[in-house]
T-cell receptor, first 116, second 120 residues
Framework: QQQVKQSPQSLIVQKGGISIINCAYENTAFDYFPWYQQFPGKGPALLIAIRPDVSEKKEGRFTISFNKSAKQFSLHIMDSQPGDSATYFCAAPRGLGSSNTGKLIFGQGTTLQVKP | GAGVSQSPSNKVTEKGKDVELRCDPISGHTALYWYRQSLGQGLEFLIYFQGNSAPDKSGLPSDRFSAERTGGSVSTLTIQRTQQEDSAVYLC??????WGGGTPNTGELFFGEGSRLTVL
């Protein structure tokens, strides 16, 4: 079974600092790498996503860095704010090449706490 | 509403009872997922429906779990003879699947707020 391994499990950052969450995947046929953000009592929501034809994508304070050779991708949150405190999930499509059905599998999640 | 709707939002049941959880996806979304999230845990994949294809049931933890999707829209997740370890938040999500070059491209998943199940 293809997996997505996420680390760290939890992270505490001071306001204004940089939060970094990492994910490693196995299937080289994956072609879509999203990050989801979940606040307590809510369902996850798409934060930012990247396709492997680029090495980096930035949206505001959030950046995805993608390392295809290492089969890793990471989320960087610059100038972290208390409002960023949430659980973050990386994800990747499940399948191999033409058998990719578009289904997503998720990492185990990282609980981020940004201290004021 | 425009989002994914789940009901009930909370369900407390006794061990051994059957429960049904409902998901109403966003209109026009061909893909529908069920995930389970235990306290402080990640998103455990349960089942995936995509268009008219046979559902991917590979994540269902036991034969007490089943799901159906009627008319390509509303889905029901049924748990028979509930056990205490079934206590969790059950999340439904829907998405478009975009086809390019003959292969599916995963679209954004839109999640409901979940159904919290407590088995006493």
């Amino acid at each position: 079974q293809q997996q997505v391994k996420q680390s760290p499990q939890s992270l505490i950052v001071q306001k204004g600092g940089i939060s970094i969450i990492n994910c490693a995947y196995e299937n080289t046929a994956f072609d879509y790498f999203p990050w989801y953000q979940q606040f307590p009592g809510k369902g996850p929501a798409l934060l930012i996503a990247i396709r492997p034809d680029v090495s980096e994508k930035k949206e505001g304070r959030f950046t995805i860095s993608f390392n295809k050779s290492a089969k890793q991708f990471s989320l960087h949150i610059m100038d972290s704010q208390p409002g960023d405190s949430a659980t973050y999930f990386c994800a990747a499509p499940r399948g191999l090449g033409s058998s990719n059905t578009g289904k997503l599998i998720f990492g185990q999640g990282t609980t981020l706490q940004v201290k004021p | 509403g425009a989002g994914v709707s789940q009901s009930p939002s909370n369900k407390v049941t006794e061990k051994g009872k059957d429960v049904e959880l409902r998901c109403d996806p966003i209109s026009g979304h061909t893909a529908l997922y069920w995930y389970r999230q235990s306290l402080g845990q990640g998103l455990e994949f349960l089942i995936y429906f995509q268009g008219n294809s046979a559902p991917d049931k590979s994540g269902l933890p036991s034969d007490r779990f089943s799901a159906e999707r009627t008319g390509g829209s509303v889905s029901t997740l049924t748990i028979q003879r509930t056990q205490q370890e079934d206590s969790a938040v059950y999340l439904c999500a829907s998405s478009l699947v975009l086809w390019g070059g003959g292969t599916p491209n995963t679209g954004e998943l839109f999640f409901g707020e979940g159904s919290r199940l407590t088995v006493l």
